[in-house]
């Protein structure tokens, strides 16, 4: 029997309106306190939620001039009702460094580092002109989730690689 196809589904979109081509997804521990941290750090804004069972916030996007991030609290969540099948954690609540860094061009560098430490993140590495032409920090937030923010402001200088 030949495959029916769902005539109102055959000419939309590969994606929906205002998503990225590829958009992460990270695992938080309370997304109250990561929006508030990332909007109030970062600069994000907030597009859309969702609250679980208790009222909470379990899943957020949130984006930043072109960048898009999904946030995702499975705290409230069992096992089963988790779309990976075991309800996943933040690097912290694993008790690993995460593998994963976020690098996000940002206009102004100093004043970020100075509102992460407001909230909390722990500052791994103060704004440095890396030889790649960036300013550049990095940072830890409350979940264990290492951020680069950067400011391009010269040309890459091969002459600077470390050897």
């Known amino acids: ?3 029916q196809k769902n005539k109102s589904n055959e000419n939309r979109p590969t994606k929906q309106e205002g998503y990225t081509w590829g958009t992460p997804c990270i695992t938080v521990d309370n997304a109250q306190k990561a929006i508030d941290a990332y909007t109030k750090v970062f600069g994000f804004t907030v597009h ?3 609250n679980d069972q208790t009222g909470a916030i379990c899943w957020a996007k949130l984006t930043y001039k072109d960048f898009g991030l999904h946030i995702w609290d499975p705290t409230n969540k069992s096992d089963s009702e988790c779309c990976v099948g075991k309800k996943p954690k933040s690097p912290k609540a694993s008790g690993i460094v995460s593998p994963v ?3 996000l061009y940002n206009d102004d560098v100093e004043g970020t580092v100075k509102k992460a430490k407001e909230q909390g993140f722990t500052i791994i590495q103060e704004p440095e002109v890396m030889f790649w032409g960036d300013k550049m920090c990095t940072m830890t937030d409350a979940n264990g989730y290492v951020w680069n923010v950067a400011k391009n402001v010269a040309d890459f200088d ?4 470390p050897s």
């Open 1 to 3: 029997m030949a495959e």
């Open 48 to 50: 859309e939620t969702m």
């Open 101 to 103: 860094s976020i690098y």
């Open 158 to 161: 091969p002459s600077k690689m």
